[in-house]
């Protein structure tokens, strides 16, 4: 019933919605207890935007889900021509820890509403969050609609290894490929949302001073654990001593001098993600922070003045609160630095003159990003987010979501009060016919 009723999918989703209002506690405890992400984080990056997203399906399903008239082909005359929206079937969500709730149930929300059966498996790094989704959900869905599968990488993999009709994986590279060749097996349909490296370029041209708060808060909220993070900042020679001071100024206005006790300030997910990101710190020239608790699983924002690019914290994604500061003197150094990695999924640029943001705009190939700000291209459901390259395949978000998960299939009704004879064999003489035709178009 869920794949054809569109009112039933809307009663779901409106269900849904109610029960992720009345747990909002519960999500925030989850995450708190996960990594001690702060109530008004859980609430700006998790739930709010499964709301957000949750009312404009709801609000558009009826529009989304109707086939679509589009112009018909003068070849096919008299016709009426149509997109119907089609559900896969049976769809596989993967997703990660970072926005344990919002990277499992936003794409979820689009699979139900595109009337699919989905099957989510979030994050082991994040026990108590994924326990409240299943909750959530098995209290409303059968499990032939929507099942909650928890487990780790073995549970990854069995679920990998049955057949799907699209994989929807948020996650690292490294398991996108993993999650690509098992859906070529099947030839199975795949949204991939991975990460990258995203540079952040700021211009000397700015304002620093808004520039600075916003790179602070893009970089550390959730404790760096963003995949549009800005990864690390390309700054034109001469600001860089007054843009650290006044990212420095920041990091304290937000956090305070201590950051290890403001309630804002997230831990790192596991002690494997931890020891990785201190290594990163080990024989850096580190201008600020660097302190770090084995036992809170707490690093500090961090600074890193002019690390070499050959160094650990430059070969691979950040993923936590450390921010190298590189420079350039002329336009072609920032090119030589962009261009060593892999597209990025996200590109922030910091300046007043829009030549110059232009210019990068369209000379590099990223997922998305932002001029004169960060992370904020996420929010607008008008956006299409995702990656490029390396950074992943697909986009979603509003209509977009629902579209992916959805077959468009094309229909075109033919009249049969008139029946054009020209394409009918014998086909003799009728050539010439055509291609008055075609020259005539
Ligand atoms: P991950 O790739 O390690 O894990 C993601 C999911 O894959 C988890 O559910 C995990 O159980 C499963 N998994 C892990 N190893 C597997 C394997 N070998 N085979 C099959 N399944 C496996 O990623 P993570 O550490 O949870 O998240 C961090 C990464 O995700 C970062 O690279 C970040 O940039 C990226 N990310 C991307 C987006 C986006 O929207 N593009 C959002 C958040 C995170």
Redesign the pocket.
Known sequence: MFRTDINYRKQCLIKLLHAIEENENEIANALYKDFKKSEFEAYLTETFIVISELKHIIKNINKWAKPKMVLPSILNFPSLDYVYKEPYGKVLI??????PFQ?AVSPAIAAIAAGNSVTI?????TPNTSALIAKIFSNLFEKSHVEVIQG??ET??AL?AKRWDYIFF??????GK??AKAAANNLTPVTL???GKNPCIIDKNCDLDIAAKRLVWGKFVNAGQT?IAPDYLIVEKSIKENLIQKLINEIEISYSINQQQSADYPRIISKKNWERLVNFTKQQNIVYGGKHDENELFLSPTLIDEPSLESPVMHE?I?GPILPILTYEHKNDIEQIVQKFEKP?ALYVFSNDKKFSEELISKFSFGGGCVNDTLIHFANNRLP?G?VGFS?IGAYHGKLSFDIFSHQKAIVKKATWLDIKLRYAPYKNKIETIKKFVNWL
Do not use: D, R
């Open positions: 993967i997703s990660p820890w970072n926005y990277l498996k979030p994050s082991e790094l780790g990488i990854s993999q990998l948020t996650g690292s590279v490294n398991v993993i999650v949302e991975l990460g995949c994604e993923f999924l987010f990656g992943g």
